[in-house]
């Protein structure tokens, strides 16, 4: 019957012990701030020169493909609805 007891006492959840709960002040000052350079960085390392110069000339034009596709779309919007200047876009006319 000790068995019994022992196998439903293992596997019952236990709290986590209470130096992982809590951080101290004097910790956090010492990491390092997550930001955008450090994950680029990261993830530049993992990659070669010729890769990484790739990947940003693809990330440029398509960026650059998304931005005039939207100022297309918002001409041709105005074109449609007959709009001529800039003053009938802000609603001044």
Same mark, same amino acid.
């Given at each position: 019957?000790?068995s019994?007891t022992?196998?439903?006492?293992? =596997?019952?959840? %236990?709290p986590?012990?209470?130096? &992982?709960? $809590?951080?101290?002040q =004097?910790d =956090?000052?010492? %990491? !390092?701030?997550?930001?955008?350079a450090? #994950?680029r960085? !990261?993830?530049a390392s993992? +990659?070669?020169? $010729?890769?990484e110069?790739?990947i940003s +000339? !693809?990330a440029? &034009? %398509?960026f650059a493909? &998304? #931005?005039?596709?939207?100022?297309? !779309?918002?001409l041709a919007a105005?074109r449609s609805?007959?709009?001529?200047s800039?003053?009938?876009? #802000?609603g001044?006319?």
């Open positions: 019957m000790s019994t022992s196998i439903s006492s293992a =596997s019952t959840a %236990r986590a012990p209470e130096k &992982f709960m $809590h951080q101290p =004097s =956090s000052k010492s %990491r !390092i701030p997550v930001t955008p450090v #994950l960085s !990261i993830f993992s +990659r070669t020169p $010729h890769e110069r790739s +000339r !693809i440029f &034009f %398509r493909g &998304f #931005l005039l596709s939207c100022l297309g !779309i918002g105005a609805r007959g709009i001529k800039s003053a009938a876009l #802000l001044v006319v």
